[in-house]
């Protein structure tokens, strides 16, 4: 084989690798923004929350959020940025 087709094959097989590892990326940061948008709701309205004695309310939603950013990965997408 000559080596034009070795780098085509190549290069054919990247292109489709990446592919999947672009929407891979796209769900796990999606994820990971749900999870914090709902931190920032929560920490916004922390007072009303105590006050009012939803914290199991709250529990419920963000149990699941973090479980889902959790599960893609088993680390935060936002683990790796900090320096």
Wanted: hydrophobic share 35%; net charge positive; glycine share 14%.
């Amino acid at each position: 084989m000559d080596r034009s087709r070795v780098c085509a094959h190549g290069n054919h097989g990247r292109s489709l690798i990446g592919r999947r590892l672009i929407g891979l990326k796209f769900n796990q940061q999606r994820l990971g923004a749900d999870f914090r948008f709902g931190l920032v709701r929560l920490r916004e309205n922390a007072e009303q929350v105590a006050l009012m004695g939803g914290e199991a309310a709250e529990r419920g939603l963000l149990s699941p959020a973090a479980s889902r950013a959790l599960s893609e990965t088993g680390t935060p997408s936002c683990a790796g940025k900090r320096r």
